[in-house]
């Protein structure tokens, strides 16, 4: 007698038939989605589906990415670096010391439009061999300063430059310090082409990551300046050369909007640009260029999608046509269906 039925008797007086033992099991409640047989699609790939496959693909890919090549290759661009050709020859020896000196570093440069560009033309700054992905740089940041008033001695994680004197740096960080501070203005025929800095950011940026009521604060106080000061009277949610910044960059070159010129350019204009040569990208061995784009329904010019369904499309029309030529020249025939395991009966039948 097992010890569940002894005391059962010894408790109730009764036989251990009258209240028999519970049995428990793990056995998981059937059902068919459980036990993976509900309705399921099993395509079979023929020869014919094979090559219908590749051959749809095909078609399919390739006017594609003859469409986005195309569009790519409407975009018209203009790209002048200016790092080297804006040091006088006598300092070039010593690049670094001539940027960090109190020497004037206005600099006259030249460019032709060679097609024309309808408005608007985007100007962007294009910095080289500058790693904006770097943890330290990237984690040099306060997000809550930017927002909350409230929060502006929070600067735990923006060392070194938290702060200065005692107070605390708005907007802190290395992101921030390093704030791009060339500038450039455009003329043509002796007429100043003027260059629209509104909604250069992103929208939800201005509206949800950079407070209507906070001010920079003791920025580029301290020593060293790393670029750009900023205006205290005027919100950081109205600071767009900061917000473009701040919004860092995956790979080490990168493009940021520096403005909008709301006038078309005809093929053959001289656009003359004096440019301030401020920012000091020569201790890290990084390049400077000044690019004037225009934009397709794609964006801007970018040749890598275009190319990509190009190579992908040409692939399968290839395959298409080598599995259609082995099927032709060595037709192989086909097992009976029958036989597979999802076609046989529960009971081992066909």
């Known amino acids: 007698m097992s010890f569940s039925a002894t005391s059962s008797i010894a408790l109730g007086g009764g036989s251990p038939e009258a209240s028999p033992a519970k049995i428990t099991s793990k056995r998981p409640k059937y059902s068919r989605f459980t036990q993976q047989e509900l309705p399921a699609c099993k395509p079979i790939l023929t020869p014919k589906w094979v ?10 890919f390739v006017p594609l990415g003859a469409i986005c090549l195309f569009a790519s290759q409407g975009v018209i661009e203009i790209i002048d670096q200016y790092d080297t050709d804006c040091i006088p020859l006598s300092s070039r020896d010593n690049k670094v010391k001539y ?31 500058f790693y904006q992905n770097h943890r330290r740089y990237v984690k040099s940041r306060q997000d809550g300063q930017l927002r909350n008033p ?4 929070d600067v735990k994680s923006c060392a070194p430059e938290d702060i200065v ?16 501070n060339d500038t450039y203005d455009f003329t043509r ?20 990551k950079f407070g209507k009521n906070v001010f920079p604060k003791n920025f580029q106080k301290g020593s060293p300046i790393g670029g750009k000061t900023l205006d205290p009277k005027i919100p950081l949610s109205e600071q767009e050369d900061l917000i473009v910044w701040m919004r860092t960059a995956a790979l080490p070159i990168f493009r940021k909007l520096y403005g909008k010129i709301d006038t ?30 225009t934009t397709s329904w794609l964006g801007g010019r970018n040749d890598f999608l275009g190319i990509a369904y ?11 046509v080598f ?4 099927y032709l020249a060595k037709p192989r025939q086909l097992g009976d269906p029958s036989y597979l395991s999802w076609n046989r009966s529960a009971g081992g039948g066909r």
């Open 51 to 60: 090559i219908l496959t590749f051959l749809v693909s095909g078609v399919v």
């Open 99 to 129: 940027i960090q000196g109190l020497e004037d570093k206005r600099c006259n440069r030249t460019i032709t439009v060679t097609k024309t560009m309808k408005n608007p033309v985007y100007v962007y700054y294009q910095l080289e061999n």
């Open 150 to 153: 409230k929060d502006e001695h």
């Open 165 to 180: 004197g005692g107070e605390p740096i708005v907007p802190c960080g290395l992101v921030a310090w390093s704030l791009f």
């Open 189 to 208: 025929n002796n007429q100043k082409l003027s260059v629209n800095k509104k909604d250069i950011s992103w929208k939800s940026d201005r509206d949800s």
């Open 264 to 293: 078309d350019l005809e093929a053959g204009d001289t656009i003359n640009v004096l440019l301030q040569n401020n920012y000091n990208t020569y201790s890290f061995n990084g390049k400077k260029k000044l690019v004037l784009s």
């Open 310 to 320: 190009l190579t992908v499309g040409s692939i399968c029309l290839s395959l298409a």
């Open 323 to 326: 599995f259609s030529v082995l």
